[in-house]
């Protein structure tokens, strides 16, 4: 009994480890490929990600503007957090106290929002698994490169031609 009272007590501080570890990978690791950082959506997993990423972008296209509630995307570069005049000279000037201070706004919000949407009984589970492993299931490799990619290559080669012929 003893020991499932830790247990118990253990498992807040190892939901934080993974919200943390998953924050981090999401918001900050910009160059990890597309899919990799949402593969634990199909899981059940509440994934963050940065709305600069195109993980987000692809999802959006999946889903519609409305995200499942496995995914948070934190607005890291956000202007309503007391910015100055939006201008080049300031948007350049900004230094990193400032950076920080939106920083630990966002992802206190993110905090909050991750929360909010833990499962709080077993048919909320089952709906962020279900939904999670919906989107999961259009988000192949073989997508990526039939929508994205190999367009992506084609437009490239047809100006790459243009220019040559003119």
Request: aromatic share 8%.
């Amino acid at each position: 009994e003893d020991i499932e009272k830790r247990a118990q007590s253990l498992k807040p501080l190892l939901i934080c480890r993974i919200v943390a570890e998953r924050l981090m990978r999401a918001s900050h690791d910009c160059f990890k490929l597309l899919i990799a950082q949402l593969e634990p959506l199909g899981y059940g997993a509440i994934c963050v990600t940065s709305n600069v990423c195109g993980c987000c972008g692809f999802v959006e296209q999946l889903c519609g503007e409305e995200l499942p509630a496995n995914l948070i995307k934190a607005d890291y570069v956000r202007t309503d957090l007391n910015w100055p005049k939006l201008n080049i000279q300031n948007l350049l000037s900004i230094n990193q106290q400032y950076r920080d201070r939106i920083e630990m706004a966002v992802s206190a919000e993110v905090a909050r929002e991750i929360l909010q949407r833990l499962p709080k009984n077993d048919d909320q589970a089952e709906a962020l698994i279900r939904d999670g492993y919906e989107i999961a299931r259009q988000m192949t490799w073989e997508k990526v490169c039939k929508s994205y990619f190999l367009p992506a290559l084609d437009r490239a080669y047809r100006r790459f031609r243009t220019r040559q012929i003119a």
